[in-house]
């Protein structure tokens, strides 16, 4: 292909990188990631539902996982800071009776003590002392994280392999020690490292501009040279592939 017409492409795909919620239907077909960890968030969280649980989703998103669960609205609480994000929550979760509130999961969280069964926390920030003073003595903290060397090879293909990680702590063991010292017993732990699979170059652009704290910077025309080596790759390939680092903790008050 033309390289004018590519780069008219990405920039097309630079143009459209929004995103409200956690939603990337827009590169659906396009790439592929987290098909083969080796456990279920959805399946695990399940397993701690009842119909009286009050459960609270720390860094929503738009509410997506939550809303998916089906567990009564009334008893089920949520935060997130994001500006769009906060805007489509209040839209979406409070007239369904969530109690929304806007909140840095790092900082201080506005509920009462002792007020949930469960919280959880799908690739969002954490602060465990809030998490231990808001949960009942006998509740259980579920969260996924992205790890420090996720996506490191697409940042190196698209930038440099000398940028400094975004979040250098981000480990298994780190997160384990964290929890434990708070007074936590860990109940599950698990880390992994599984392919993300890309399948056409602008997929790749609009991923890298949502995802703007792993690829600084970046953009179709300051990194032109890398895109066109990318898409060199992808010619030779069919594929254009990195890892994902993830890890699953578990933890009971």
């Not at 827009?26 to 009842?50: A, C, F, K, M, T």
């Not at 995802?211 to 790759?233: C, H, K, M, T």
Request: proline share 5%; hydrophobic share 40%; glycine share 10%.
């Amino acid at each position: 292909m033309e390289r004018e017409k590519l780069l008219k492409q990405w920039l097309q795909e630079e143009e459209a990188a929004h995103i409200h919620g956690w939603d990337f239907s827009h590169i659906s077909g396009r790439y592929q990631e987290e098909q083969d960890l080796p456990w279920s968030y959805e399946e695990i969280v399940r397993n701690y539902l009842r119909p009286d649980v009050k459960m609270l989703d720390i860094d929503t998103g738009g509410g997506e996982f939550l809303l998916s669960l089906g567990h009564p609205c009334e008893n089920l609480a949520a935060t997130e800071n994001y500006p769009p994000n906060v805007e489509l929550c209040g839209k979406k979760l409070l007239p369904l009776g969530v109690d929304f509130k806007r909140a840095d999961g790092n900082s201080s969280l506005p509920f009462g003590d002792g007020s949930f069964d469960v919280v959880i926390n799908r690739h969002g920030d954490w602060n465990p002392d809030e998490i231990w003073r808001v949960m009942k003595t006998g509740g259980v903290f579920i969260t996924e994280q992205v790890g420090t060397e996720n996506d490191r090879e697409l940042v190196g293909l698209l930038l440099s392999d000398e940028l400094p990680f975004p979040f250098p702590g981000q480990y298994l063991d780190i997160a384990r020690t964290t929890f434990q010292d708070r007074g936590f017993s860990i109940l599950k732990a698990e880390e992994a490292f599984r392919p993300i699979k890309f399948w056409d170059v602008g997929a790749l652009v609009w991923f890298a501009r949502i995802i703007e704290w792993e690829f600084p910077g970046f953009s179709v025309r300051g990194y032109l040279d890398n895109l066109y080596r990318a898409q060199e790759l992808l010619e030779q390939k069919g594929v254009i592939e990195g890892r994902i680092h993830r890890f699953l903790l578990v933890a009971q008050k």
